[in-house]
């Protein structure tokens, strides 16, 4: 079993319209979760972290984390092209160790 | 300029060929990171070092070493490089003292490497 488990996608979606990405981790002990975004051939840029269980929003993202259920997602609302892209998520099972899923591939079409 | 910067951003190799990629930065971060990333794969921890004295491999650094020349230097070697090597290469930082929580990397631009 992988570690960090997402939807490859491609997950399409229209302009104005939620995107919502999931991920699934096997640590019961991962204290922290980290969303990135990569852009193809470009570096991961971080969205944001939630390490709490309930919603965390900023901007027109909103990260939702559900430790019982070892579950934990993102949700694009009002979507824009700009938002294509790879969607990495990252657990931190101890001090220093990212896991990182293969990524979710977000399409947004005009 | 940017934070974190890596050299070269792209490298075609011969297999069997000595190679360095080169990172550094200006965060004033302690921890510092190599990782790679295959195409379905995710990316993938190579070596880690959370001070100048203190390296440690990660998940697969056979075929790798690695130097820590300062707190803003941390350089990846394949010493004899082979094709399956050929991969996206991402340095990373961070610093848990920065009162952010939780510890949160910050990636430079990538190395493309390609071994023929």
């Known amino acids: 079993q992988k570690e960090v488990e997402q939807n490859s996608g491609p997950l399409s979606v229209p302009e104005g319209a939620i995107a919502s990405l999931n991920c699934t981790y096997s640590d019961r002990g991962s204290q922290s979760f980290f969303w990135y975004r990569q852009y193809s051939g470009k570096s991961p840029e971080l969205i944001m972290f939630i390490y709490s269980n309930g919603d965390k929003e900023d901007g027109r993202f909103t990260a939702q984390l559900n430790k019982a259920s070892q579950y934990v997602s993102l949700l694009i609302r009002d979507s824009q092209p700009s938002d294509s892209a790879t969607y990495l998520c990252?657990?931190?099972?101890?001090?220093?160790?990212?896991?990182f899923g293969a990524g979710t591939t977000v399409t947004v079409r005009a | 300029d940017a934070d974190v910067t890596q050299t070269p951003r792209n490298r075609i190799t011969k297999t069997g060929k000595r190679i360095m990629l080169e990172c550094s930065q200006t965060?004033?971060?302690?921890?510092m990171y190599w990782y790679r990333q295959d195409p379905g794969l995710g990316l993938r921890l190579i070596y880690y070092?959370?001070?100048?004295?203190?390296?440690n491999k990660g998940e697969i650094s056979d075929g790798y070493s690695v130097s820590r020349q300062a707190q803003a230097k941390f350089s990846l070697s394949l010493e004899s490089a082979i094709p399956n090597q050929t991969a996206l290469y991402f340095c990373?930082?961070?610093?848990?003292?920065?009162?952010?929580?939780?510890?949160?990397?910050?990636f430079g631009p990538g190395t493309r490497l390609t071994v023929l």
């Open positions: 990252a657990v931190n099972p101890n001090d220093y160790k990212l896991s």
């Open positions: 965060k004033g971060h302690d921890r």
């Open positions: 990373a930082t961070s610093d848990p003292e920065t009162g952010s929580l939780p510890d949160t990397q910050y």
């Open positions: 070092s959370f001070d100048v004295k203190d390296i």
